[in-house]
Each structure stands twice: as structure tokens, then as C-alpha cells.
């Protein structure tokens, strides 16, 4: 089975965040950047497919700039990926999430992978937007929330399961699939250090952003913009109770509760 | 060097250590600390992400990493648990012998097995009667046809309890001092070799010390470290691959201590504002972070001097004493920090002084390293 995972750097979730000068996106500076979320439990599955189906093959493809996208391909191919697949596009692009959808579906349109796998959304911009259009771009099944993704070799097909609000879906796929790997219900496996050290001399397939803008014409612009990109303010109103006894700090936290957030009537 | 942006690969290794440092290490410090508990379980998953034998050539199943990329992977784990990463690393110590004076034939034969499986090794140099005074061991070492037949006893032999093999120093002839000892390999499963009972220590808990017996235990002469009398400087070498190291595992102990004092500083308060708006806090984290930062910067300059094919006995003996002497000033000006609670076994600095304190006697006292450092020194005006 021909499996592509597709994966986009985000930053880490101990990062410390600031806004551009423009104030239209992140500031990259100093920003770490690491495969995360949606992502790695997306990678994860096509692993664990790759082990479960005898011959299967996963590519890791990833349409973003210098030197983000390459760390994120290489933490791929570190954890178990067989081949990456790298769009490079410029920092000044900044792609949406249907660029990015027609880039990525350019180039799986090569290739024509039997499962398409993806975070069900981004783990930055959350647009979620990225799977399904790459579905409709290859006019094939897509489906989001996906956990638990199987190949049942007797029928061939694809069977997964959707948690949804009150319980689980369990839904059915012929090939070639989209899938939107909901977070959280597999355990990402940690790279080892062995495989760290090969990664890092892995080969990379680099398609150029040129080639790609050619295939797709008029459609290799971004179609939207960010207007504005802020940070949330800094939280404030932390009060700290002046106590000299426990009793004391325990009645004064009720009354504030009680009197000013009004928590208790 | 000078040049102190790593490498993506050493940032990858790094981050690796750090990931296992925090979500498998962590959890479990101060339960292993307390109890103690030896964590097999965590030891086992170090070695299945091959965080062990970090100096064995990728040729014999281990990670084949130079010093530098040794020392920041010891001060991501010790910055979790130093005496995890005691045991962790131990295995380092006990091989490398075999590395420096194997035959590419004992290398292929002892490694290559050890490696596929997790195992632990000990490193038995130090006796009852002498730790510094290597020349005086009088572990015996008696030639009996294709053999030797070891006894005596060897102490605070790290992961003894656990181990699978041992690196024996022992003497073919009292009377000839340092002339006269010799390396041998010692399988765990020989007749005779009997690991005592764990010691209770002051500090990393979650590794395991005991003695080691050697009662008529008949070792092949192909287990056998390069010639008779070879042993000492095999064993000096050996510690001079593996001080650096140490002095990272110090530096972890000292950033942990650093960053939980700098954390408490922000948020304790007293006289009206946070105790780190006070100048008498604010020097000593001032003072910290130099040491901090001048402890890990000798590690990476002894680190990268081995790198270069150089011996580097004086730069590692340097990073050695400086970072464990740090590494108690460091968390002992933490405990000052927490006050009252620093003292207190629930919150986690005063462990940090506990594992500080070995470094400063391990793999070679800082007494001993500054008798070195002056030997080396010396050198230089005569």
C-alpha cells in the first residue's frame, strides 16, 4: 500500500510567541518549530498501517518554506517515514489552506497513493480546511476525525472509527482515501536514535515551488489573506489574598468569590 | 570551536534526551528518590531509544557519538534525575575499556551481543581499602593454564546489582603497584561472582551501588584486556573518556537547580513583591547562572578538545572539578532560595544538593582532579 502523510511545522508549544511588525502573522524568529498534534498522531497511523500491511510504503510530503519544512520532513523520516517529499515554496508566499491544498494535491497527483493521510487540522491555524479539499482537488473519499484507521485485506477496503459528540462512528472506505486523523487516541511513538542519525542524511525529493506555480496557473496565488494577527492580551486582574492564618485566607477567598466574581449567590 | 551553535543533529539528540528526560524520567524522580526504587522500566525504554552505550561504534550496536554529543544528552537526562542517568551512563564507564584495549575480535564477541539486548555493566575499579590509590588494589589475579582465577572485592560499584557484565581491575603481582594491574572482562554468570546487597545512599537513589565479590573465579585469557600490567593506564584512559561526561551530568543538576529557583523567585513573595525583585535574590541567581553557564562551557571545550584527537586530561579534569563544584554552590544557593521549603523533602531542590554531592567524589575525587589539573599545569612552565 502507497500511503502519504502530510505535515506542516508548527511552532512548539513552549514557545514564546510574538506578533510580526506588520502585525499579519507570527514573528519566526526564534520560533521552534516541530511536528506536532493532528500531525503526529497522522504520521503515527500511517506507521502503524506500514507495520500492519506487508509491502506498504510511506512518503511524508510537507509544501512550506526554508528550514522549518525540512525539520519536520527528517523528524518524519526519523520516526519510521520511508521517503519525503519536500514543495519548497518562499517565506513571502504565505500560502492559505486551499494553495496549500492544490500544491499538495499537485503532487500526489503523481503519484496517486492508495491513503492520504492528514492531521485533521492544522495544529496552529486550526483551519482544517487542508484535508477535504485535497479530497475534493482528487475527486476521491475524504473523511475527518478519523481514528483507528484498518486496512480489511479480505474486502478491501478501509475501515475506521469517528468519535463523535455521545459515542464512536464506525465508517467503511474503498481506496484511494483522505483522512483526517483526529489527536489524541494513538500514542505517538518517540524516535530513536539510531533512526535520529540516518534521518539526518536521509535524501529529501524537493519539488520546486516554480514548477509547481506552472502546473497550477491562475490557482498558484493565495486566495485569502490575514487582516490582522494579534496575541492575546496579557492576562491581568490576579489578585493575591494578605492573610495570616489559613481560616483567614479562607474567608477572604469565599467573600471574593462570593462578592466580586459572584461565583456563589 | 569557537563556535557554539549546535548542530541540527546535536539539536535533535538533545531534544531527544529531553523528551524522555521529561515524560519518562520526571514522573518518577521523587518516588525512586524517596522509596528508593530502581526504575528497570525506565532504564529498559533508555536503552530501546538508544539513549545507552552512547560511545560504543554504531558497528557493535551502540550509538557511536562523540563526547560532545554524549555531554548534551547527560545534561538533558541528569537535569531530570542525575541518579537515573548515573545508571544510564554507567554502562559508558564500564565499556569503554573494552573499547580503548579489546581486540576487534573481544570487541565483536563482547559488545556486539550486550548491545542487541538491554543490558547494564559495571565498571570495577575501586576497593574497600583504596579508591583513589588504584595502584594499591589487591584484587588477585592468579595465571592458571588458559586462565586466570580472580578473587577479592571490589565497593560502590554502580548498577552492580543489575549488571550482566563486569570490567575487573585486578593485579597479577601485589608488589608491583600500578605495573602490575590488569583488565579483564567478567561475565556475571561466572562461579563466583557475587554482587553484595544495595547500598542506601545519600544521593541518586534511583541507581543501585553494591560490592562485588570475586571468589576463585576463572576468567579465559581471551577475556583479558590488552597485556598484564596494562590495566592502570587503561583504566586512567578510560576515566579520561568518560570525566567530561560527568562534568555534564553536574551541569544538568545545576540548570534543574537554577531553573526551580528562578520559577520560586518569580512567584514567592515577600515584602510586598516577588522575592526575585529583590537584589539579594537577584545576585545569587546572577551568580548561579555564571556558574551555570561557565560549567557547561568547559564540558563542551573538554568535550570538543577529545573530539579532536587530543587527550584532553587537563581540559576534562577541569570541566569535572568546576562543574561538580558548581553544581553544589548552584543547588545549595537553590535550597537558600525555597527558605524553609527548600528544606523540605516535598519539594525537589534539596535532592539536587544530595546528587550533587557525588560528582564531586565519582569517577575520580576533586581532589584528585586538582592534583591532575596541577601535574598538567606544570607541564607547561618546566
Request: negative net charge; proline residues 6%; contains cysteine.
Amino acid at each position: 500500500m502507497q500511503i502519504a502523510v502530510l505535515v506542516k511545522p508548527t511552532p512548539e508549544g513552549e514557545t514564546r510567541l510574538r506578533a510580526n511588525s506588520a502585525g499579519s502573522g507570527l514573528d519566526p524568529e526564534g520560533v521552534k518549530w516541530v511536528l506536532a498534534g493532528y500531525d503526529e498522531s497522522a504520521v503515527e497511523q500511517a506507521l502503524l498501517l506500514k507495520e500492519a500491511v506487508a509491502g506498504s510504503r510511506v512518503r511524508v510530503v510537507s509544501f512550506g518554506p526554508a528550514p522549518r519544512t525540512e525539520e519536520v520532513l527528517r523528524s518524519s523520516v526519523a520516526l519510521g517515514c520511508d521517503a519525503a517529499t519536500w514543495v519548497e515554496h518562499p517565506l513571502d508566499l504565505a500560502p492559505d489552506a486551499l494553495l496549500t491544498a492544490r500544491a499538495l494535491a499537485h503532487v500526489l497527483a503523481k503519484d496517486r497513493p492508495d491513503l492520504v493521510l492528514v492531521g485533521k487540522q492544522a495544529g496552529d491555524d486550526e483551519s482544517g480546511v487542508v484535508g477535504p479539499a485535497i479530497a475534493e482537488l482528487l475527486g476521491i473519499a475524504g473523511f475527518g476525525g478519523v481514528a483507528n484507521l484498518r486496512w480489511d485485506a479480505g474486502a478491501s477496503r478501509f475501515t475506521f472509527e469517528r468519535p463523535v459528540e455521545g459515542g464512536t462512528e464506525t465508517g467503511e472506505s474503498p481506496t484511494p482515501l483522505v483522512a483526517g486523523l483526529q489527536q489524541a487516541w494513538n500514542d505517538p511513538r518517540t524516535a530513536k536514535l539510531p533512526n535520529i542519525l540516518k534521518s539526518r542524511k536521509a535524501a529529501i525529493e524537493k519539488v520546486a515551488w516554480s514548477e509547481v506555480a506552472a502546473g497550477l496557473g491562475e490557482h498558484a496565488r493565495p486566495t485569502s489573506r490575514t487582516v490582522r494577527f494579534r496575541l492575546p492580551a496579557p492576562r491581568t486582574g490576579a489578585r493575591m489574598i494578605e492573610y495570616k492564618t489559613p481560616e483567614e485566607a479562607a474567608q477572604q477567598l469565599v467573600r471574593a468569590l462570593r462578592e466580586e466574581a459572584k461565583v456563589f449567590p | 570551536m569557537p563556535e557554539f551553535t549546535l548542530t541540527d543533529e546535536q539539536t535533535n539528540l538533545r531534544d531527544l534526551a529531553r523528551k524522555f528526560a521529561r515524560s519518562e524520567m520526571l514522573p518518577k524522580v521523587a518516588e525512586c528518590d524517596r522509596v528508593p526504587r530502581f526504575p528497570d522500566e525506565i532504564y529498559r525504554k533508555a536503552w530501546d531509544l538508544g539513549l545507552m552505550n552512547l560511545n560504543v561504534p554504531a558497528e557493535y550496536g551502540g550509538a557511536g557519538l562523540g563526547l560532545l554529543e554524549q555531554c548534551l544528552i547527560t545534561e538533558e537526562l541528569a537535569r531530570a534525575c542525575a541518579g537515573m542517568t548515573t545508571t544510564i551512563s554507567a554502562n559508558n564507564l564500564a565499556l569503554e575499556p573494552i573499547l580503548l584495549a579489546g581486540t576487534p575480535e573481544q570487541r565483536q564477541q563482547i559488545l556486539t551481543p550486550f548491545c542487541a539486548d538491554y543490558n547494564l555493566a559495571s565498571f570495577c575499579l575501586t576497593e574497600p581499602g583504596g579508591g583513589s590509590d588504584a595502584g594499591a588494589l589487591t584484587t588477585r589475579a592468579r595465571r592458571d593454564g588458559d586462565a586466570y582465577v580472580l578473587d577479592g572485592e571490589k565497593c560502590f560499584i554502580t548498577n552492580a546489582p543489575h549488571a550482566s557484565l563486569y570490567t575487573v581491575f585486578a593485579t597479577v603481582d601485589p608488589t608491583q603497584r600500578h605495573k602490575a594491574i590488569t583488565a579483564f572482562v567478567v561475565p556475571r554468570s561466572s562461579p563466583g561472582v557475587t554482587p553484595g546487597k544495595d547500598e542506601d545512599k545519600m544521593g541518586h537513589r534511583a541507581s543501585s551501588t553494591s560490592t562485588v565479590r570475586f571468589d576463585g573465579v576463572r576468567v579465559p585469557t581471551g577475556m583479558r584486556l590488552g597485556a598484564e600490567g596494562d590495566g592502570f593506564s587503561i583504566a586512567m584512559r578510560t576515566l579520561d573518556q568518560t570525566r567530561t561526561p560527568i562534568g555534564a551530568l553536574a551541569v544538568g543538576i545545576a540548570q534543574a537547580a537554577l531553573d526551580h529557583a528562578g520559577a520560586y523567585a518569580l512567584k514567592r513573595h515577600a515584602f510586598g513583591k516577588a522575592i526575585a525583585e529583590h537584589q539579594a535574590i537577584q545576585i545569587k541567581l546572577a551568580n548561579m547562572a555564571q556558574d551555570v553557564l561557565a560549567a557547561r562551557l568547559l564540558t563542551w571545550n573538554a568535550a570538543w578538545t577529545i573530539d579532536h584527537g587530543q587527550s584532553g586530561t587537563l581540559e576534562s579534569s577541569i570541566a569535572k572539578c568546576f562543574a561538580s563544584d558548581a553544581a553544589m554552590r548552584v543547588a545549595d544557593e537553590a535550597i537558600q532560595i525555597f527558605g524553609g521549603y527548600g528544606y523540605m523533602r516535598e519539594y525537589p531542590v534539596e535532592k539536587l544538593l544530595r546528587d550533587a554531592k557525588l560528582t564531586q567524589i565519582y569517577e575520580g575525587s576533586n581532589e584528585i582532579q586538582r592534583i591532575v589539573i596541577a601535574r598538567e599545569l606544570l607541564k607547561g612552565y618546566a
